[in-house]
């Protein structure tokens, strides 16, 4: 498989999904869906795998959410802006229902939609020096996919906090706040992420899936309808509120955007 936006390697039974577009802080493309949706069919069919990981790499990001170009189609055309947010919140989807543990890597700027990312995960594991957040409402826009995920991961309070203040987090303050089990200095974030996912390889592979379906069996079936109503109101606010057509245009212009009604 040819990946042009991902790496992919094993080590042993660990996978590692590296994103690598690094000069364009590991934004989402058209590119990096594609590859996404077809690397996670393989690895839902290697029945070797025990764990996942996935990271920047090296670079100053993880993911900084969907790239310009993608966006600048979007804001000119919800049904394709509603079209990529579903592939994305599939993508999520997916990851939560591997059958082995996924660690998020997390090794620098983390925002919106690479955020959304790392909630699919079962683990985040965190550089010290990362800058990690949602931030969707500094540019007048709701989030897609983290909503429920983050109000089940950190509690309904943290959430509101974190998605309404637009609120940074470095690595311990991501740790504290209970967004990621550990923080490490980014040097050292790849060799902890491997030495952790190797604690949970050494067990069969069969009682991990069962024990992470009962995790997920759990909040399923209200994730579901709620992920579709978080999607929906998003679609609907998009559609018919101008302040994240405002947000993005002073994004593109380099000032600050204007709330006015």
């Known amino acids: 498989m ?5 790496r992919y390697e094993k080590h042993g039974r660990v996978g590692v999904m590296t994103f690598d577009t690094p000069a364009a802080l590991n934004a989402i493309s058209e590119l990096r869906l594609a590859e996404m949706e077809l690397l996670l069919t393989g690895i839902e069919a290697d029945t070797e795998l025990g764990a996942l ?6 670079g100053r990001a993880f993911c900084v959410g969907l790239d310009l170009e993608l966006l600048e189609r979007a804001f000119g055309d919800m049904i394709y802006f509603e079209t990529v947010v579903r592939r994305l919140n599939v993508i999520i989807s ?3 229902a591997l059958a082995v543990p996924t660690i998020a890597a ?11 990312l790392t909630m699919g995960c079962d683990f985040v594991l965190i550089a010290d020096d ?13 989030p897609a996919a983290a909503s429920l995920r983050l109000k089940r991961r950190i509690g309904e309070q943290r959430a509101k906090e974190m998605i309404w203040t637009a609120r940074w987090y470095t690595g311990p303050e991501a740790v504290a706040a209970g967004l990621a089990l550990r923080s490490v200095p980014r040097g050292e974030l790849q060799a902890e992420a491997l030495a952790f ?8 592979r069969a009682v991990i899936a069962a024990s992470k379906r009962v995790f997920q069996q759990g909040v399923d079936a209200g994730l579901a ?8 109101n998003f679609v609907a606010y998009m559609d018919s509120e101008p302040y994240g057509h405002e947000g993005y245009k002073a994004f593109r212009e380099g000032r600050q955007p204007s709330w006015k009604p």
């Open 2 to 6: 040819e990946l042009r936006s991902l």
């Open 94 to 96: 997916r990851l939560e």
């Open 130 to 142: 990362a800058r990690y957040g949602d931030v969707h409402t500094d540019s007048g826009v709701l």
């Open 225 to 232: 309808e709620g992920a579709e109503i978080e999607l929906r």
């Open 106 to 116: 997390v090794n620098g700027i983390t925002r919106a939609g690479g955020f959304e």
């Open 197 to 204: 996912a190797a604690r949970m390889t050494d067990k069969p």
């Open 53 to 58: 990981i996935i990271t920047g790499g090296e």
